[in-house]
């Protein structure tokens, strides 16, 4: 629906008073108005839109999987990291040096 529409339907609850079906279909026009406005400005009102919303909810993913494999990746050295200097103090404590000679 256009401008045009939604005009002629509030000059008709305007003339004839507002009964339901009027007042439901100007609601109806101006959130199809609006909604054709804001994806306008967004710049998704073209044929492709809908391939690029896919494509960016993909990428979003794709990033979100990646970052949370680099907190596991980074969460499993600290722990290797950690558990071989605890086994080297271990190491330390026990007099291991000794016996190695």
Known sequence: MSETVLAQLLG???????????????????????ATRALTR????DAGAAADVRELRELLRAWRDAKRSAWRAAWGWAMRIASAVLLGGLAVRLGFKDWVK
């Open 42 to 45: 967004l710049g998704l009102a």
């Open 12 to 34: 008709q609850g305007a003339r004839e008073g507002s009964d339901l079906t009027t007042l439901q279909a100007i609601a109806e026009a101006a959130g199809e108005l609006g």
